[in-house]
């Protein structure tokens, strides 16, 4: 049977309820990650069991959530995206994290891959320069139980957070001009920094290891974000 007819039936029945619900959801889940994760290429293990398990349809408005594990971006309001799952996996795969690991994001925007980075490494900060964003991101992230490993800032993120560096992982979810030196300077020794760097409308996504102080740098491919705001960014997002 076709999956979208099993989810259709399945939804339709009330006796089976939230629980069937919840199974209709992991079942597109583990569609997403078999079709858009695995098949093209994305081999770490542990990205593709956050994947399987973060429920991506909870960090968008309610008439979003049924296109929500379909292989593109998804608006969350302001202006702003959730990246196409593809592309999320291939940021947090080049993060190359194994656990223990702390990491700023910068962007938090719903907290998707927040809650993603809150599976993958012991201790997340989130800077986020929409308030209300980082509020609503906030409140999800409290809703999954996650907020013990997750700090949500709101802030100018192109500056990083120097309270809390080193960071063993450093990730941009939006389009930079240049490397933000700041977020470099954050970096502890071998750690690395994954960031869409370029012009407004095509980027090239880069991770950026630090090996003794120095940056070295290796393209990931080409993809296009919105843009950094703030000092680091661009000054006008129009
Ligand atoms: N990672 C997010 C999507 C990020 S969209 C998710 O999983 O939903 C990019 C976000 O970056 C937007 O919310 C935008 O407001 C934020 N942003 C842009 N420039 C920023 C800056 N300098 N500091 C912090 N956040 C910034």
């Not at 999954?144 to 120097?162: A, E, K, N, Q, R």
Request: proline share 6%; aromatic share 6%; with cysteine.
């Amino acid at each position: 049977m076709n999956p979208s007819s099993l989810w259709k039936r399945r939804s339709n029945g009330s006796a089976s309820g939230a629980a069937a619900l919840a199974a209709d959801w992991a079942a597109r889940r583990s569609e997403m990650v078999e079709q858009q994760l695995r098949a093209r290429g994305i081999r770490d293990e542990r990205v593709l069991a956050a994947m399987s398990e973060i429920p991506r349809h909870e960090f968008v408005s309610p008439e979003r959530k049924e296109r929500a594990y379909e292989d593109h971006p998804l608006s969350i309001g302001r202006g702003q995206t959730i990246s196409q799952p593809y592309m999320v996996a291939a940021m947090l795969q080049a993060l190359d994290l194994r656990g223990p690991e702390k990491v700023l994001e910068v962007g938090t925007g719903s907290g998707y891959q927040a809650a993603l980075l809150a599976r993958l490494a012991s201790r997340v900060v989130t800077m986020e320069a929409a308030p209300l964003l980082a509020a609503s991101a906030r409140e999800r992230l409290a809703r999954l139980g996650l907020t013990d490993h997750v700090s949500v800032i709101v802030g100018d993120g192109s500056l990083g957070y120097p309270s809390e560096a080193p960071y063993d992982g450093i990730i941009v979810a939006a389009a930079a001009p240049e490397v933000p030196p700041c977020l470099f300077e954050q970096l502890a020794e071998g750690g690395r920094l994954v960031v869409p760097v370029g012009d407004r409308d095509c980027q090239e996504l880069l991770q950026i290891r630090r090996i003794n102080g120095q940056p070295v740098s290796r393209g990931l491919g080409y993809c296009r974000f919105v843009p950094l705001v703030g000092k680091y960014g661009w000054a006008d997002t129009s």
